[in-house]
């Protein structure tokens, strides 16, 4: 709990929220919007001899009117994480810092993670932060509806030292070792997909939608998708985010606009 707390305490000082800073989470999406815009050839080719090509038939057939429904969270153990931090959009009524999607924190050094819906996999990679050189992964798919689901898998969060960057190239080469999934591949909901591996509480998965391939950038609240979202742990969860990082002057929703 002290060692929680103190990390917690540093965390504050250096950054706004338990989250990658605005010019980190500019730079991220620069380069998921890049990779997902240039991913159409691993979408539209299917091999001819693989299983996957098999199932890729199978959900290039899917109707396209089909909406989207994803799982709770991109934990396959439910309970793996223990706070969430909820969407908002960049002019918000709590005045909250711009956030595209739901991040799942995790204190767990290991966990396994699943495919929330179904989809054709655009790419998987390990990205570099530009600005200190922490690294994760990266990972996308199509729906047959057309939304693109995103996740990125890091084993932190905010600012690291040469210490922790270190680690984390480690941990990134780990996690990318563990990826049962690759571009052109098709996967489905439920399916277990590979590990995150964690240095901290921080650690965690940050899930975004976004509207379409090829449109402009639009994210999407994940909560929007999420069959009885209301009933699950998720806002309870992210309550105890707000409460760590705004004590009670904050008491955001899943989709803060």
Request: with cysteine; charged share 20%; hydrophobic share 40%.
């Amino acid at each position: 709990m002290k060692l929680r707390l103190l990390t917690l305490v540093l965390l504050l000082l250096l950054i706004p929220a338990a989250s990658c800073s605005s010019s980190d989470q500019a730079a991220i999406k620069k380069s998921i919007s890049t990779r997902v815009a240039s991913a159409e050839s691993a979408i539209a080719a299917p091999t001819d001899t693989s299983t996957a090509g098999q199932q890729h038939t199978d959900i290039s057939s899917s109707s396209q009117t089909d909406e989207l429904s994803l799982l709770p969270t991109p934990f396959q153990n439910q309970t793996d994480y223990w706070a969430l931090q909820p969407f908002v959009v960049q002019a918000n009524q709590l005045e909250m810092q711009f956030h595209n999607g739901f991040d799942y924190f995790t204190d767990r050094n290991k966990v396994a993670v699943h495919a929330v819906s179904t989809g054709r996999v655009l790419f998987v990679e390990i990205f570099e932060r530009a600005r200190d050189g922490a690294s994760q992964i990266n990972l996308a798919w199509q729906s047959p509806s057309g939304e693109v689901v995103l996740y990125t898998l890091e084993p932190s969060a905010g600012p690291a030292d040469d210490t922790k960057i270190a680690e984390q190239k480690i941990l990134a080469q780990k996690m990318m070792e563990s990826m049962t999934i690759q571009a052109g591949d098709d996967v489905r909901q439920g399916e277990f997909i590979g590990y995150l591996y964690g240095q901290d509480e921080w650690a965690h998965v940050h899930m975004t939608v976004k509207a379409s391939r090829n449109g402009p950038e639009e994210w999407l609240c994940p909560a929007d998708f999420i069959t009885k979202a209301k009933d699950s742990d998720l806002l309870s969860k992210s309550l105890i985010w707000a409460e760590h990082l705004y004590k009670d002057s904050k008491q955001p929703e899943l989709c803060n606009y």
